[in-house]
T-cell receptor, first 114, second 115 residues
Framework: AQSVTQPDIHITVSEGASLELRCNYS??????LFWYVQSPGQGLQLLLK??????LVQGIKGFEAEFKRSQSSFNLRKPSVHWSDAAEYFC????????????FGGGTRVLVKP | KAGVTQTPRYLIKTRGQQVTLSCSPI?????VSWYQQTPGQGLQFLFE???????NKGNFPGRFSGRQFSNSRSEMNVSTLELGDSALYLC??????????????FGEGSWLTVV
């Protein structure tokens, strides 16, 4: 069975500082990996995805993520955080054998200090 | 291009009642999935429909059901509502098989409160 762990429940970062959100997954084969962001009261917006190929993936809003098979990780990064990045971030894993079912991590809530 | 549309956005129901939520996927998308989001359990997969057939099902009781119509619109129904069913219900659509035909887009969700 697939599982996703986001070790950090909350992260506080100063505006302009760098941000890294951790995601570890468990799956036997090559997974499809996603990062979504959710603002309060809203749905999920896709930031980026990894299916295959280049392990460094660029997304929207200046985010990037790196797939490391040896560490079963897919960490999300942003070089310089803006106040509007305050939100909850979810890592998710899917697989070809699972149709379009996604398994989500518990989320990391990001607070941005001025 | 319109996104995933969910209706109603907010609703309040009483224990024991039933509720139907609707989802219109992105035009041309054939796969619709439903998720339940609660503070305690996080995001949990309910079921997925593809071309009117249920392709995947999560670990929810039989009170939770769904269907998909020929135009790919989907509904989910929860019968005999319990307080614990209070949640944000999210619908997601995809062109076909993730990884082969694109990725998965979510709607804004339907907020259900059971009192």
């Amino acid at each position: 069975a697939q599982s996703v762990t986001q070790p950090d429940i909350h992260i506080t970062v100063s505006e302009g500082a760098s941000l890294e959100l951790r995601c570890n997954y468990s799956y036997g084969a090559t997974p499809y990996l996603f990062w979504y962001v959710q603002s309060p009261g809203q749905g999920l917006q896709l930031l980026l995805k990894y299916f295959s190929g280049d392990t460094l993936v660029q997304g929207i809003k200046g985010f990037e993520a790196e797939f490391k098979r040896s560490q079963s990780s897919f960490n999300l990064r942003k070089p310089s955080v803006h106040w509007s990045d305050a939100a909850e971030y979810f890592c998710a894993v899917g697989a070809a054998a699972a149709g379009n079912k996604l398994t989500f991590g518990g989320g990391t809530r990001v607070l941005v200090k001025p | 291009k319109a996104g995933v549309t969910q209706t109603p956005r907010y609703l309040i129901k009483t224990r024991g009642q039933q509720v139907t939520l609707s989802c219109s996927p992105i035009s041309g998308h054939r796969s619709v999935s439903w998720y339940q989001q609660t503070p305690g359990q996080g995001l949990q997969f309910l079921f997925e429909y593809f071309s009117e057939t249920q392709r995947n099902k999560g670990n929810f009781p039989g009170r939770f059901s769904g269907r998909q119509f020929s135009n790919s619109r989907s509904e989910m129904n929860v019968s005999t509502l319990e307080l614990g069913d209070s949640a944000l219900y999210l619908c997601a659509s995809s062109l076909g098989q993730v990884g082969q035909e694109g990725h998965i887009y979510f709607g804004e969700g339907s907020w259900l409160t059971v009192v």
